[in-house]
């Protein structure tokens, strides 16, 4: 995969999540650790991909894709690398896939990569 076919999206910082969800910085982190959200560092600043929200909140479909894709070994990178990335089998990238409410097609595919 070429980097111009990944999903294009928005960064997030920390700070940003915390305006954008109108919710207290712990809350936030509580997001991330109980899967809604998953993030990394980049370019030293630890970020979230705009994508991964919907009308100011994380995409209900999200959290269980991501619990999948940790249990089938991947790191957050490796994540929201996968999550970014066009799927031959899905057809467009998984995300792109979760944001049209097709979940049971993008965690069948994710559970395959165990």
Known sequence: MTETTRYETDWLTIPDLV???????????????????????????????????????????????????HDAGFDPDETIDWLLEPEDTIGV???????????????RVAATLA
Request: glycine share 10%.
């Open 19 to 69: 305006e954008l969800l109108d919710e207290p910085l712990g809350r936030v982190r509580r997001l991330l650790d109980e899967n809604y959200l998953v993030g990394s560092r980049r370019d030293g600043v630890f970020k979230v991909p705009a994508v991964f929200l919907v009308d100011g909140r994380p995409i209900p479909a999200l959290r269980g894709t991501i619990i999948v894709l």
């Open 93 to 107: 990238a998984p995300i792109e896939a979760l944001r049209a409410g097709r979940k049971s097609e993008v965690r």
